[in-house]
């Protein structure tokens, strides 16, 4: 069965630090993936997805920025993260084969910026 | 119009209730739907697809209307552990590439009271 790891499941960061987020999965090739954030109280915000190595599709201009080095490795970046960068970050994936394939979420990441 | 909307809620109903939440979507093209569950400060968790026929997994009933672009989810005698948000999530064509993107609405929250 496929399984989705991410973390750290918490994370406090000063103001200007860097960020480096990173999610794997295992049982399964070439799939979609995806970072998204969660402000307190509001919707899934789709940061940035992925359909293979190298590919990286962004959905909105932020100081964040994502990598896929691996088939099944994804990692979100910050050189210098912004008060409103805190959130809760999830990580998913999704079968790339099929039209409109669910997505399934890792345990999220808890970031606070002080 | 927001491309999935959803009633926030809170819906607080009594154990044994039955309780309906609605959601509708904007985008005529959109091909699945689904509805995930998200508990508090926890990643959101796939629970039913909505199938154009209806489907059943049981406590919990998904209809589809194509023709009002509208997406329930039933559920039949509440537990407490039903106490969650509910995420309607509709795929949306994206860029006219033919490749498709999950939306998540903003969820509606339900609380089963003992």
Same mark, same amino acid.
């Given at each position: 069965?496929?399984?989705?790891?991410?973390?750290?499941?918490?994370?406090?960061?000063?103001?200007?630090?860097?960020?480096?987020?990173?999610?794997?999965?295992?049982?399964?090739?070439?799939?979609?993936?995806?970072?998204?954030?969660?402000?307190?109280?509001?919707?899934?915000?789709?940061?940035?997805?992925?359909?293979?190595?190298?590919?990286?599709?962004?959905?909105?201009?932020?100081?964040?920025?994502?990598?896929?080095?691996?088939?099944?490795?994804?990692?979100?970046?910050?050189?210098?993260?912004?008060?409103?960068?805190?959130?809760?970050?999830?990580?998913?994936?999704?079968?790339?084969?099929?039209?409109?394939?669910?997505?399934?979420?890792?345990?999220?990441?808890?970031?606070?910026?002080? | 119009?927001?491309?999935?909307?959803?009633?926030?809620?809170?819906?607080?109903?009594?154990?044994?209730?039955?309780?309906?939440?609605?959601?509708?979507?904007?985008?005529?093209?959109?091909?699945?739907?689904?509805?995930?569950?998200?508990?508090?400060?926890?990643?959101?968790?796939?629970?039913?697809?909505?199938?154009?026929?209806?489907?059943?997994?049981?406590?919990?009933?998904?209809?589809?209307?194509? /023709?009002?672009? &509208?997406?329930?989810?039933?559920?039949?005698?509440? $537990? %407490? !552990?039903?106490?969650?948000?509910?995420?309607?999530?509709?795929?949306?064509?994206?860029?006219? /590439?033919?490749? &498709?993107?999950?939306?998540?609405?903003?969820?509606? $929250? %339900? !609380?089963?009271?003992?």
């Amino acid at each position: 069965s496929q399984t989705i790891h991410q973390w750290p499941a918490t994370l406090v960061q000063p103001v200007g630090s860097p960020l480096s987020l990173e999610c794997t999965v295992e049982g399964t090739s070439n799939p979609n993936l995806y970072w998204y954030r969660q402000a307190a109280g509001r919707g899934l915000q789709l940061l940035f997805y992925s359909v293979g190595i190298g590919q990286i599709s962004s959905e909105v201009p932020q100081n964040l920025s994502a990598s896929r080095p691996q088939d099944r490795q994804f990692i979100l970046s910050s050189k210098k993260l912004l008060l409103s960068d805190s959130g809760f970050y999830l990580c998913a994936w999704s079968q790339r084969q099929g039209v409109g394939q669910p997505q399934h979420f890792g345990d999220g990441t808890r970031l606070s910026i002080l | 119009r927001k491309e999935v909307e959803q009633d926030p809620g809170p819906f607080n109903v009594p154990e044994g209730a039955t309780v309906a939440f609605n959601c509708t979507y904007s985008n005529s093209a959109s091909q699945s739907f689904f509805w995930y569950r998200q508990d508090c400060r926890k990643e959101p968790k796939l629970l039913m697809s909505v199938y154009s026929s209806g489907n059943e997994d049981g406590r919990f009933t998904a209809q589809l209307n194509r /023709a009002s672009q &509208y997406i329930s989810l039933l559920i039949r005698d509440s $537990k %407490l !552990s039903d106490s969650a948000t509910y995420l309607c999530v509709v795929n949306t064509p994206y860029s006219g /590439a033919g490749s &498709y993107q999950l939306t998540f609405g903003k969820g509606t $929250k %339900l !609380s089963v009271i003992p």
